[in-house]
């Protein structure tokens, strides 16, 4: 069974730049549409970006406005978060989760990391 597990979040001052990792193991992920979600305490569960399975379409959420990139290497079984000019309001858990098709819902993804913390300070 596949699981995926999230690393690099932790703690930036605000400008600063942060890039998560997720990495599949027990299958590989090669078939998987694959994203990135985040909520902050309090709040809803927040799309940030997604990646197809070939890696060729790629959506983002109208509040990354060109800060974040997401990729994947399919060869490593890997999907990344590069995530630039951070503010405050990004801090957040971040989820890697997996789909099989490419979607902007939480509720299309079938399978979720356990999250990394990701703090900006001002």
């Known amino acids: 069974q596949v699981q995926v597990a999230e690393s690099g979040g932790g703690l930036v001052q605000a400008g600063g730049s942060l890039r998560l990792s997720c990495v599949a193991s027990?299958?590989?992920?090669?078939?998987?549409?694959m994203g990135w979600f985040r909520q902050a305490p309090g709040k809803e569960r927040e799309f940030v970006a997604t990646?197809?399975?070939?890696?060729?379409?790629?959506y983002y959420g109208d509040f990354v406005k060109g800060r974040f990139t997401i990729s994947r290497d399919n060869a490593k079984s890997t999907v990344y978060l590069q995530m630039n000019s951070l503010k405050p309001e990004d801090t957040a858990v971040y989820y890697c989760a997996a789909s099989p098709q490419i979607a902007t819902i939480p509720a299309e993804y079938i399978l979720w990391g356990q999250g990394t913390q990701v703090t900006v300070s001002s």
């Open positions: 027990g299958r590989a992920i090669s078939t998987y549409a």
């Open positions: 990646i197809s399975w070939s890696g060729a379409t790629t």
